[in-house]
């Protein structure tokens, strides 16, 4: 398929995990795609796959939380680009309730999760209004609908992820944009790895299989996975969709009960 033939997809977090998938997922489906990442060796590794598979992409080093550096760089490109698919991909997770989370930790949260995708959305969603057309993906999580145990900042932030995909879907909804977000359970990337290694080396076989029975459907999700929802929610097969939320989680939200 060649969905987003002629297009450009703009990702953040592109460097590993969900995100690099939803790279390679659009570059193979004929989208050019700019990578951001905070780290420039990830960002040039999600690249350098497209590009040995044939596929067009370029790496951008980003912090999305620094609101003055998103407006550089994407004005940047707007200058010769348009930017026809944000992904606000890019987060940070936490592990604690109230009492365990501290100021900087909420704050790393807010800053990321929250600020950053307002200072992406403020950067790219002008020039989307102007030309009248743009497609506008964020990546929520299970956390912004149920209550999680031990996610206090996490849910707090994709709670706010999913409130902003509504409102702007709303507000931009006559100005040829749509905005949806996707809610993954639990996904088996780095982060779940680097998880299990911290907190329980002696057992992380054990862990990784009770984590992976929350989900009713018995494993966790892949990347590719959350990738494919993504690809078709971008496209225009999907152009009846906006202001929707998109559970990607072996059942979790509905059926653990």
């Known amino acids: 398929m060649n969905r987003f033939e002629n297009k450009t997809a703009l990702v953040t977090g592109g460097g590993s995990g969900i995100g690099k998938s939803i790279c390679v997922r659009l570059a193979n489906e004929g989208a050019r795609v700019l990578v951001f990442d905070l780290n420039l060796e990830a960002a040039e590794s999600t690249v350098n796959d497209i590009l040995e598979s044939g596929g067009d992409a370029l790496s951008q080093v980003c912090d999305i939380a620094e609101h003055n550096g998103v407006n550089k760089i994407v004005s940047g490109i707007l200058e010769t680009t348009d930017i026809d698919v944000l992904v606000n991909n890019a987060g940070v997770g936490h592990v604690g309730n109230l009492e365990n989370t501290s100021e900087a930790d909420f ?129 225009d097969e999907a152009a009846f969709v906006t202001g929707s939320n998109f559970p990607i989680d072996g059942g979790f939200v509905t059926l653990n009960n």
């Not at 102007?130 to 929520?140: C, E, L, Q």
């Not at 609908?145 to 932030?157: P, W």
Request: charged content about 20%; overall charge positive.
């Open 107 to 235: 704050d790393r949260l807010l800053s990321v999760n929250v600020k950053g995708v307002y200072n992406m959305l403020s950067a790219v969603l002008p020039a989307m209004k102007k030309r009248r057309s743009g497609v506008i993906m964020n990546i929520a999580s299970v956390a912004s609908s149920v209550g999680i145990a031990d996610r206090f900042a996490y849910s707090t932030s994709k709670g706010a992820v999913l409130t902003m995909t509504y409102s702007v879907a709303k507000d931009y909804i006559d100005h040829g944009i749509r905005c949806n977000c996707v809610s993954p359970g639990r996904v088996h990337t780095p982060f779940v790895d680097n998880y299990l290694n911290e907190n329980y080396p002696d057992n992380q076989d054990e862990m990784f299989d009770k984590l992976s029975k929350t989900q009713p459907i018995g494993r966790m999700g892949t990347p590719e996975e959350v990738a494919a929802l993504v690809a078709y929610l971008c496209s």
